[in-house]
């Protein structure tokens, strides 16, 4: 079983020290969230489903508000249909740059604050993975919740392998997460629990504290990625 709390304060110790900023990072990676879903709720009156997420973590009040709202932009259909599916391919594709950076910062590299666009390199394979991982959790789900639960912990580091090597393929990818998190879906379950006190301020904060917690708490799932992938001997 993997040190939760020596991998946690490692985290801790390695994003306070990033050469470039991870708080700065992530304030950038936000402020361009929230541009990206003000355009998206002008057109279609509700955020996106990873927007959407992220505030229903961290700004419940605020998941309140925008949940099903009107739009203020009335455009055709398909014209709604097309600016929320580039706006959710954009997202992702920020998020992959997102772990590009956290991880070159764990190497102790000089990662500029370019790097939230490297995921553009390969923006084909990060698409295609999103839309191949959401199919499979979404038929686990139709067995009941709990085993779409497990299922998002199965392929929960298939990004992170494909960050990690651009080159291989997208099923590689997944099939290497379900092999590197084979016995160790309960832990990383604890440690997600281990970050709901967090959340809960950050909440409190109306989002604010997120600017801190969430580069640590990437850096410590990165951490886990790391030591796991050792353990299991898969995509070392």
Known sequence: MLDRVQLKYEAKAITKNARES???FTLIYLAIGLVLDGIDYLVSGSPQAEVYGYLADYMPEAAVYLRGTEPILHLPAPAVWFVSIVISLVTAVLGAGYILYTMNVRKGLITPYTTLFDGFLFAGKIILLEIVQYIFVFLWSLLFIIPGI??????????YNLCENPEIGVMEA???????????KWELFVLDLSFLGWVILCGLTLG????????YRNQ???G??????????VGC
């Open 22 to 24: 991870a708080y700065v």
């Open 150 to 159: 497990i299922a998002g912990y199965r392929y929960r580091f298939a990004l």
């Open 174 to 184: 997944l099939n290497m997460s379900k092999a590197q998190t084979r016995g160790h």
């Open 208 to 215: 604010i504290l997120t600017i801190w917690i969430m580069p």
């Open 220 to 222: 410590t799932d990165i």
């Open 224 to 233: 886990y990625f790391q030591a796991i992938k050792q353990m299991s001997g």
